[in-house]
């Protein structure tokens, strides 16, 4: 299974995801980094996944290629992440046939309606635990 984890700016929420991916699925699963910008790549390739990529190109086109996709939910909103998030990354990614796990943490002036605010930590749990372990064990 091959999961793409997307993110910008610095890349923390990436590496918190793909640390705990690794943690839990170790190399049953191929981990490739997607990030708006080089800095947030080279974070999350330091959190152990096994590949990754910079930039609108590749994210575009490798989204199209994979199983799942995990992100914050700012990925779909173009202009999103300072600007980092192009309407073409944002189109690319909604569109694109895998299954999206999306982070409700977002620094846009964006309320998600009924959805208590959660840090990072319990939402990376909640990730895991109740979505992508089943899913994951049936594939493997």
Do not use: Y
Request: glycine share 8%; proline share 6%; charged share 20%.
């Amino acid at each position: 299974m091959r999961i793409c984890v997307i993110d910008g700016q610095g890349g923390g929420i990436g590496s918190a995801i793909i640390k705990k991916l690794k943690e839990v699925f170790d190399e049953s699963v191929e981990i490739i980094a997607l990030g708006t910008n080089a800095i947030a790549t080279a974070q999350m390739l330091k959190a152990r996944a096994n590949r990754g990529a910079s930039g609108e190109n590749a994210i575009v086109r490798m989204v199209s290629q994979t199983d799942l996709v995990v992100a914050p939910i700012g990925i779909v909103m173009a202009h999103a992440m300072m600007g980092e998030v192009t309407p073409r990354i944002a189109e690319a990614v909604a569109a694109c046939p895998a299954k999206k796990f999306l982070i409700p943490l977002t620094q846009e002036k964006v309320e998600i309606v009924g959805l208590p605010p959660t840090p990072l930590p319990p939402l990376v749990e909640t990730l895991i635990k109740k979505h992508l372990k089943e899913l994951i064990s049936e594939d493997v």
